[in-house]
């Protein structure tokens, strides 16, 4: 049991200015490893997401994809910060979906779906589109392939936003609260393709949320951050049965 974790935070700190963000946070999550992390606003959970995508630099530490420094590469026995060749072929391994959609609004589903494929994979027309329909079929939206961002639900736009980053076959899937801007009757259905997603297809996740009902539900491992560090972790069932640490207590019984 000994296996390289999918992703690895080692000792990663994120200042901004004065404020500390994430302190030398310590996280391994395992392949296929479905991860939920929880916590106050401003504790960081968001931050962590965005340095997994590259799309905020990290001060401290090196987080690692599958063994792989993720934004720096081995040169002389010292890790020094990657070259952009490196970086595109890492970011290839991780796929996000935003809070609110991000989706192309002047392009149909299944362009949304097709851009990315085709600009950084070097698919075909023709291959994008096959991939591009059948994850668009995969999360229920078979029939709405030429439909634009503004002609489709809430739910349905974010279903497009995941079969989007699915199309680029990542290893990792992260979620940032991807139905807290949905009204309550639509966030069932995008749930519904998550909870498959984790179900039929051997993807690591790691989702931010505030749906407790949903990560104890879905998550194989649940943490708690607090001021930019995991107060507590656990399976879901102990965690929220019998949380250890006095700030996870208050928290679950302020959101429960
Ligand atoms: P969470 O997702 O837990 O609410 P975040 O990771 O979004 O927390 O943010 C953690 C802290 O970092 C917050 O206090 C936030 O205001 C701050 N922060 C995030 N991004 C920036 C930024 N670009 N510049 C300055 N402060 C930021």
């Known amino acids: 049991m000994n296996e390289t974790p999918m992703v690895r935070f080692d000792k990663v700190s994120k200042r ?62 010292q890790l020094m910060r990657a070259d952009r060749a490196h970086l595109k072929r890492m970011r290839a391994n991780v796929g996000m979906v935003f809070q609110h959609f991000n989706l192309f609004p002047h392009m149909s589903a299944v362009k949304n779906c097709m851009e990315a494929p085709m600009t950084v994979l070097g698919l075909s027309r023709d291959e994008a589109y096959a991939r591009a329909a059948e994850l668009l079929a995969m999360v229920g939206l078979g029939d709405k392939l030429d439909h634009y961002p503004a002609q489709l639900s809430g739910g349905q736009q974010q279903r497009v936003a995941i079969a989007r980053a699915l199309a680029m076959r990542p290893r990792v899937m992260l979620f940032d609260e991807v139905t807290s801007a949905l009204d309550p009757e639509l966030c069932g259905e995008v749930l519904a393709v998550i909870r498959e997603l984790g179900a039929a297809h051997d993807l690591t996740m790691l989702m931010v949320t505030h749906q407790m009902g949903f990560a104890r539900e879905f998550a194989d491992r649940v943490c708690f951050f607090d001021q930019g560090k995991i107060a507590e972790q656990g399976a879901p069932e102990e965690l929220f049965a019998e949380p250890r640490n006095e700030r996870t207590r208050q928290f679950l019984s302020a959101v429960m």
């Open 16 to 77: 901004y200015g004065p404020l500390t963000v994430l302190d030398a946070l310590e996280l391994d999550i395992a392949a296929n490893e479905k991860v939920a992390i929880i916590g106050p606003s401003g504790s960081g959970k968001t931050t962590v997401l965005r340095m997994l995508m590259t799309l905020e630099p990290v001060d401290e530490g090196v987080i690692y994809i599958d063994g792989e420094p993720l934004t720096h590469t081995p040169r002389n026995g």
